[in-house]
């Protein structure tokens, strides 16, 4: 199967915090490096929980994503690899939480991530079949940067009965950028995550979800599970600290859904 390009930049967006974007980005990520897939994976929160979670220690990121979009280096030269076969990321640093300030002046401040990513002879993104951009908990200009440059969203939900409080946002942001910044922009999908099969309300919550969002929502929910808790304090992604456990699994699922979904959008 080839991927079209303009399908294969990802972002795992959603302004709240918490519900599972890193872990989803890390663990889809590695599902799809699984099956041959190369990827690269950029941190765009200042946090840096990917990194961390990809065991790339502060003291070894020279260059990260902050440095890229403020064009104090080039994307290539960021670039780690992880302990992931198959898997390089560009991680995060601190900076980056000051960056819509930064940022401000700057011609082409929503595309300096597509910029970077499409720069030179060699441009980065031809390196890769997948690119997944791990957003911060904001609408903020880095995260606008993430979504010009990429095809499609990925949006974690958590089963809880906030759920889908602020996805109207979300989806206007969305609506917003296609219109006016980049047109291939799309809704991938929506991933329950934390799904709790013994909860009443993560059942109720995902019926709701889906009577509201129809078949963007990945038939693949991943449950709260601890492994994937405990994996990013090993620096591992769930997936290499316990394969065949039910979180691990559920990602493996996901990662399916995902290229069957390109395969038949190809198709059609
Ligand atoms: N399926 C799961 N089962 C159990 N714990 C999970 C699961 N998914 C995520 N977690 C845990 O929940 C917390 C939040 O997850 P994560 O960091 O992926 O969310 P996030 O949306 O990236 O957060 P932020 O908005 O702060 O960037 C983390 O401690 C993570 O280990
Ligand atoms: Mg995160």
Known sequence: MTNTPERRILAVANQKGGVGKTTT???LGTALAAVGKKVLLIDLDAQGNASTGLGIYAEDREFTSY???IGETDLASSILPTT???????????????ADLDLADMPRRAHLLADALAA???????????IMIDCPPS????TINAMVASSGIIVPLQCEFYALEGLSQLIKTV???KATLNPSLDIQGVVLTMYDSRN?????VADDVREYLGDVVYETKIPRNVKISEAP???KPALLYDYSCAGSQAYIHLASELLRREHDAIAA
């Open 120 to 130: 030179g002879k060699n441009p980065v993104q031809n390196n890769y079949d997948y």
């Open 67 to 69: 440095h890229v979009m």
């Open 84 to 98: 992931v076969k198959g898997m390089d990321i560009c991680p995060a640093s601190e900076d980056l939480s000051g």
């Open 25 to 27: 980005a890390v663990n």
């Open 175 to 177: 609506r917003r950028v």
């Open 233 to 235: 304090s090993h620096g």
């Open 139 to 142: 609408l903020s200009m880095v």
């Open 200 to 204: 009443n309300l993560s059942a109720q």
